[in-house]
C-alpha cells in the first residue's frame, strides 16, 4: 500500500493522487472584494465601514477600527481576521474597505 494520499475530484468524479491535484491550475479562485471594489487578499489590511455588534462577544467594533492579516476562506463574502479578545472573527467584505 502506498503512502500516498487520495483526494476526490468533483470535476472528474474520481479519485486523483494529491500530488496530481495541487499540481493541477486551480479553476475555482474566488475573488473577493471590499464595500467599493477592492479586491482583497491574504493578508490585507481592512477598516470597517460601519458599527459592527459581535454576537457572542458582547461588544461592539467601532466604525474605522482597523483589522490587520485578514485571511480568506474561500467565500466570496467571508473574510477570517483575528482582533485583540474575539477569537474566530469572521466578517463579511460588504462591511470592509481595504487599507
Do not use: H
Not at 462577544?57 to 490587520?68: D, E, N, P, S, V
Amino acid at each position: 500500500m502506498s503512502g500516498e494520499d487520495y483526494i476526490y475530484d468533483e470535476a472528474s468524479g474520481e479519485w486523483v493522487p494529491a500530488s496530481q491535484l495541487s499540481a493541477a491550475p486551480t479553476e475555482d479562485v474566488v475573488e473577493v472584494r471590499d464595500s467599493v471594489g477592492n479586491l482583497l487578499a491574504d493578508g490585507d489590511q481592512v477598516t470597517l465601514i460601519k458599527d459592527l455588534t459581535v454576537k457572542g462577544a458582547g461588544q461592539t467594533l467601532k466604525r474605522g477600527t482597523l483589522i490587520k492579516s485578514i485571511r480568506l476562506t474561500g467565500d466570496a463574502q467571508e473574510i477570517d481576521c483575528k482582533f485583540d479578545g474575539i477569537k474566530g472573527l469572521v466578517l463579511r467584505a460588504e462591511f470592509v474597505r481595504k487599507r
